[in-house]
């Protein structure tokens, strides 16, 4: 594919997709909002959040070996069709008077569900419209509208909750649904060749299985990811309650930890779009682990006369993570195979919030218990240690070589 080609492709994509994004999380962190200040308990939060993990996670080992088989594009369009037909009807729900706090919750295992579909199809299809040398730019160009909509979503949610029903906020979902679902249509995106053979559910989804450990240090490199993952997942759920209780803020000061979360992302994001660095980028994902655990374990640390700490802490986390999703994705993308790139985003995602689920299980209880500081203390402690034995692991730094001297096996173009 040429240069004009792909570019002009990415850009007709990223257009209806920014829209979507951000139209969405304006509505997920309204909703968050909103739960927080009527219920203001860790416990509903962690119920919600598990709403909106656990059918991606149940559905996540399955879905790729369909993801790899269906045309990507319709499952997209489909997938983003589903969740704006699924907040209509939550809307519709507040219009009327209805709603009740169990409505929410499956209105998020709905929303999980369509994007256990959207996100791996999204992520498959980049190594067949782009080079692989601007894989990771364009990891971090996705992180950049992603981030952007993290730091624009808060202020814009704490806004409109100001101003209008949550169930009207609830239409701006389906509206970006609407716009992503149109742009689509105007692209071409290929599909990797299927084999001829019948379908067979388990001996597709044990290919991508095997696929996650073909190569010396793969395995390792999943596990960590995950475990970080269930070790920070739950706790930045806990973000608006950590304002709310702890530091003694209001919705505009929750919607401002979010907004530097977003900035810091954003930040992390332009940084990875970009160029290329020369740098080995396992090195880099295990840094950011040990900055996302120190931000954590410092905040924990904080008394309540120290918001502003608070917001440095939580900007150097929005940063590191930003660079570790763009960089994390474009090492599985350049190192498993098109046709099984499906399967694994969508196991990897699915054994990274089944862990994470149990996590807000566990955190909502210990948050209730021992209290928000004490849980940030103890995960962020954790987080630290797990980047640690990271870089103890010769075989898995070796996964990601200078990017001047890639594998005589590379697939150049």
């Known amino acids: 594919m040429s240069a004009e080609n792909w570019k002009h492709t990415f850009a007709v994509i990223w257009s209806g997709q920014a829209v979507s994004i951000l139209s969405s999380s304006i509505v997920a962190y309204a909703i968050i909002f909103w739960m927080s200040v009527e219920t203001r308990s860790a416990e509903v939060l962690a119920l919600s959040a598990m709403a909106g993990m656990l059918p991606q996670a ?60 959207h996100v791996p199809a999204m992520q498959a299809s980049v190594p067949l419209l782009a080079p692989e040398r601007q894989l990771t730019r364009i990891a971090g160009v996705n992180q950049v509208i992603s981030s952007f909509s993290d730091l ?24 970006g649904a609407l716009i992503a679902c149109t742009t689509l249509l105007f692209v071409r995106i290929p599909n990797p060749e299927r084999p001829e053979r019948k379908a067979d559910l388990w001996r597709e989804l044990r290919e991508g299985f095997a696929a996650m450990h073909s190569q010396p240090g793969l395995g390792w490199f999943f596990v960590l990811a995950i475990a970080i993952w ?28 979010e907004i530097i979360w977003g900035g810091g992302a954003l930040l992390g994001g332009a940084i990875m779009g970009a160029r290329n660095y020369p740098i080995n980028r396992i090195v880099l994902i295990n840094l950011m682990y040990i900055v996302v655990g120190l931000s954590f374990l410092l905040s924990g640390l904080l008394p309540p006369t120290a918001f502003c700490w608070f917001a440095v802490l939580t900007a150097a986390a929005g940063v590191s993570s930003s660079v570790f999703n763009a960089s994390f994705v474009a090492v599985l993308q350049t190192r498993i195979e098109a046709g099984l790139l499906g399967r694994v985003l969508s196991l990897y995602r699915s054994f990274g919030l089944l862990p994470s689920a149990l996590g807000l299980l566990s955190t909502g209880f210990l948050a209730e218990q021992v209290g928000l500081t004490t849980t940030f203390v103890l995960s962020g402690g954790a987080i630290c240690l797990l980047g640690s034995v990271a870089f103890c692991l010769p075989s898995v730094l070796r996964l990601d070589r200078h990017p001047e001297q890639p594998d005589s096996s590379s697939n150049k173009r």
């Open 152 to 175: 624009a979503g808060p202020a814009l949610g704490a806004l409109l909750l100001g101003l209008t029903s949550i169930g009207n906020i609830l239409l701006l979902d389906v509206v």
């Open 230 to 257: 269930f070790l920070i997942m739950p706790v930045g759920v806990m973000f608006p309650l950590m304002t709310l209780n702890h530091f003694g803020g209001g919705t505009w000061e929750m919607s401002f930890v």
């Open 58 to 117: 149940v559905l996540g080992l399955f879905v790729g070996v369909y993801i790899d088989r269906w045309d990507r594009k319709r499952t997209m369009i489909l997938a983003d069709s589903f969740i704006a037909l699924c907040t209509l009807g939550l809307a519709a729900l507040f219009w009327s008077g209805r709603a009740e706090l169990w409505h929410v919750y499956v209105l998020l295992a709905c929303r999980s569900v369509g994007t256990a579909f």
